[in-house]
């Protein structure tokens, strides 16, 4: 059986999945695709041979569409996610998967009360080789317990709409997941501390910015997101354990000797860096849908997100720790 895609969003990453699942995913294909900027998606239908639909609520009605995708704009996910579990189709949305937690909990409480999984979040850091070596690494405890982490997420430049919010919604929000994923434990609380800010940056951006998070079992991470480092995109993730150091690299396939000096490059950027867990993000996806039952990050995990994702703007704007509290999670979500 080959599936039917539906895609609502052809912007940046909508057109990158589009591609990707033509292109790099076997027994998938997109069919329908929607977008309010409506030339720019009927240009996109026509190159790949899909159907226009006028709304997204169409797009996922339609008997050509089997599973949908959203990237559209961040605020109308939640819509077109609990529009899917009303049709019972299975739905890979972008992060973030609602604009807040009760967002979130509104789409956990429908999938609930449909009574199967059918959501699966963008989150995907959990693709990437280095860190699934670093979840095999903690969870063989061959080092002993994992300790602390100490993680940076950083990128050369962010534009002027870019504000200080949007370092922990837009950026962090990345490692909130895959943190939390590697330790397979939630956090208790978290500490933001903003450091002596760049000349590079502008009035509504502080930037860097640290979070000190700890876990329930008392693993202390620090994360420091710097959007306007200037040197590349760098992502790290040290995990310091009772007898070993284990820490993920950049990817780089070639080192360059030149001019006296002995170096790898950085990534430029994050397609370039995460590219290949993209595509097997969506490998994965699909094959678990004709298995018939998703294995990604859940519509759990995007309300954990979120609630972190609020606490973390608590404690900037209060200078203070904030512990972080949730519902109690349904058992549907019970590995
Ligand atoms: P983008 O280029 O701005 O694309 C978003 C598209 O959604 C635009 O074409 C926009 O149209 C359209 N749109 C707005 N309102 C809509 C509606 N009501 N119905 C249908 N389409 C609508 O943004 P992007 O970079 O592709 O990002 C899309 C989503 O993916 C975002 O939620 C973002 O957070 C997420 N994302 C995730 C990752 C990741 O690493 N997982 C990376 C990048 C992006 P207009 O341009 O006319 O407004």
New binding site residues.
């Given amino acids: 059986m080959r599936v039917k895609v539906g895609v ?7 057109i990158e999945h589009i591609d990707r699942i033509n292109q790099k995913t076997q027994g998938a294909y997109v069919t329908a695709v ?4 409506v030339k ?1 998606a009927k240009e996109v239908a026509k190159r790949v041979d899909a159907k226009f639909f006028e709304t ?1 609520e169409a797009l996922i009605a339609s008997e050509d569409v089997d599973v949908v995708v959203v ?4 605020p ?2 939640e819509q077109y996610v609990l529009e899917a579990i009303k049709h019972g189709k299975y739905v890979f949305c ?3 998967l609602a604009m807040d937690a009760a967002g979130c909990r509104r789409i956990v409480d429908a999938e609930v009360a449909y009574g199967k999984k059918l959501v699966q979040v ?1 989150f ?1 850091r959990r693709y990437d080789r280095g860190y699934i070596e670093l979840k095999e690494a903690i969870e063989s405890k061959q080092y002993g317990e994992a300790l602390m982490m100490h993680c940076a997420h950083r990128n050369p430049s962010a534009d002027e709409n870019y504000t200080t919010p949007m370092a922990i919604s ?1 950026t962090a929000i ?1 490692e909130i997941d895959v943190l939390r994923w590697l330790l397979n434990e939630d956090y208790e609380s978290v500490q933001m501390i903003l450091p002596k800010k760049t000349s590079n940056s502008h009035a509504d951006l502080h930037d860097p910015q640290l979070l000190i998070f700890q876990t329930k079992s008392g693993v202390t991470i620090d994360l420091e997101i710097f959007v306007n480092c200037r040197f590349g995109y760098d992502i790290k993730c040290d995990v310091v354990f009772e007898t070993a150091e284990v820490g993920m690299t950049d990817p780089a396939y070639t080192r360059i000797k030149s001019e006296e000096k002995n170096y790898t490059p950085v990534s430029p950027d ?1 397609q370039t860096r ?1 590219l290949d867990a993209y595509d097997y993000e969506f490998k994965l996806w699909i094959d678990s849908i004709k298995n018939d039952a998703v294995v990604g990050p859940t519509a759990w995990d995007g309300y954990v997100a979120a609630i972190t994702m609020m606490a973390c703007h608590e404690s900037r704007e209060t200078k203070t720790k904030v512990m972080i509290q949730m519902d109690e999670r349904p058992a549907l979500y019970n590995e």
């Fill in positions: 609502i969003g052809t912007g940046a990453i909508g929607s977008d309010i900027n720019a997204g990237t559209s704009w961040d109308t996910h972008e992060k973030p963008g995907m837009n990345h994050w995460f």
